[in-house]
């Protein structure tokens, strides 16, 4: 372990916080490991240490968000969320096995998913839009987080009105998923994808929603005009 990842942790540990430990477990359903240190000020911790280590090699500093990922602390997995994304510039395809490895292997909840997929995994794909189809194949995945995955890797893109023929696609795929965590996902996905096609995204709802879970529905359609809100409601 570096002597950077163990600087890391002391400080994370010196900021713990009891009653954001208590009270950031309220989030989640599953149980978290975390310091209870505010994001904010994760965020600035992960800053400070980034600078220290942003001339090394991206292959080392991917190495050192793995340690962090390994903890298992939710902190710590922002902080390499973070990291990767800086490196953003740097993506090669390759990095896309990293990546995936870190999905399938660490992410236990939905903050850490939704962290690494909205950045890291995001601007991927961007750049790389062949590997659309890989995001296809994480809807056939038993691990939830591979499901939501696929779906909010895409939010950032979609709020800038791209890849909505894949975003359907995605969508279907998880349509009937009984994980309301994945519903809340694809669901996010379409509302983000409203921002920029609100009349294809409000089209697709209701050519679904005799069969769309409640939850998805709800989220997909939360930032449409109350007329059409009320329209996609009635069953």
């Not at 890391?8 to 010196?14: A, G, N, P, S």
């Not at 591979?146 to 995605?170: C, T, Y």
């Not at 996905?189 to 769309?212: C, D, G, I, P, R």
Request: a positive charge; charged letters at 25%.
């Amino acid at each position: 372990m570096t002597e950077i990842i163990v600087k890391l942790r002391q400080e994370l540990t010196q900021n713990s916080d009891p009653q954001a430990k208590v009270s950031g477990q309220r989030f989640f359903k599953e149980k978290v490991n975390i310091y209870g240190v505010k994001t904010a000020l994760v965020g600035q911790i992960g800053k400070k240490y980034w600078k220290e280590i942003q001339d090394k090699n991206k292959n080392e500093i991917f190495a050192m968000c793995e340690e962090l990922w390994k903890s298992g602390y939710m902190e710590e997995s922002f902080i390499a969320c973070n990291w990767s994304y800086f490196l953003s510039k740097q993506y090669e395809e390759k990095d896309f096995a990293v990546f995936e490895k870190w999905l399938k292997n660490y992410v236990s909840n939905w903050a850490s998913c939704d962290t690494l997929c909205n950045h890291t995994v995001g601007s991927f794909v961007k750049m790389y839009p062949q590997y659309l189809q890989n995001l296809k194949t994480w809807t056939k995945s038993s691990n939830r987080w591979m499901k939501r995955a696929a779906a909010v890797s895409l939010i950032i893109p979609a709020r800038n009105g791209q890849f909505l023929q894949d975003i359907f696609e995605i969508a279907d795929l998880l349509l009937l998923d009984q994980d309301d965590l994945v519903q809340k996902g694809y669901g996010w996905m379409l509302k983000a994808a409203s921002e920029a096609h609100q009349k294809e995204v409000f089209a697709y709802v209701m050519k679904n929603k005799t069969t769309m879970p409640r939850t998805a529905l709800r989220y997909a359609i939360e930032k449409m005009p109350k007329d059409l809100k009320i329209k996609a409601m009635v069953k």
